[in-house]
């Protein structure tokens, strides 16, 4: 059965490099996260993959552009941001709005994010299922499940 992931962009995919300001697409210097091309690659064989991000200045095309830079864009069906949902994401609404947009049950989506406030504690209470990208291996409640490596996300799939 076909499952839908939904990826959190900054230092979750790719690199949020703290010196650079702006719009990513536009940095001298765009880097993805470890393993990510490849985690993304098998799990689009038999998965759709979004990216939920909180950017808040940058339209779905941008956001585009900045995976093509880091050749992960193929593997991406679409984007959801700020710009296209008028949510922010820190909130249950966000993921809800996801669920609408998307036609699908919260039991067949996924989302994997670096942040609890953000990504992971707002997909849960919207019925997602929820992993936390934790590769500093920071405190994680027993109720999360967590992952220090994205490649880990094909073992427990």
């Known amino acids: 059965m076909s499952h839908v992931y939904l990826f959190d962009w900054g ?7 703290p010196s650079q300001s702006g719009k990513m697409y536009l940095w001298s210097h765009v880097e993805a996260v470890a393993e990510s091309e490849q985690t993304l690659k098998q799990l689009s064989q038999q998965h759709t ?3 939920a991000t909180s950017a808040q200045d940058s339209s779905e095309a941008e956001i585009q552009r900045a995976f093509e830079r880091v050749g992960l ?3 991406i069906n679409g984007y959801f941001c700020k710009a296209n949902l008028g949510l922010e994401k820190n909130s249950a609404d966000f ?3 996801i669920l609408e947009s998307l036609g699908d049950s919260a039991s067949q989506v996924t989302m994997v994010g670096d942040s609890l406030s953000k990504d992971i504690y707002p997909a849960i209470e919207a019925g997602l299922h929820a ?3 934790n590769p500093a291996r920071e405190y994680v409640p027993t109720d999360v499940t967590s992952i220090e490596r994205l490649s880990q996300l094909l073992d427990i799939e």
């Open 11 to 17: 230092d979750t995919l790719m690199i949020d490099f």
């Open 131 to 133: 992993v936390y990208y």
């Open 95 to 97: 993921y809800l709005a």
């Open 49 to 51: 993959i979004y990216v």
């Open 73 to 75: 864009d193929s593997y």
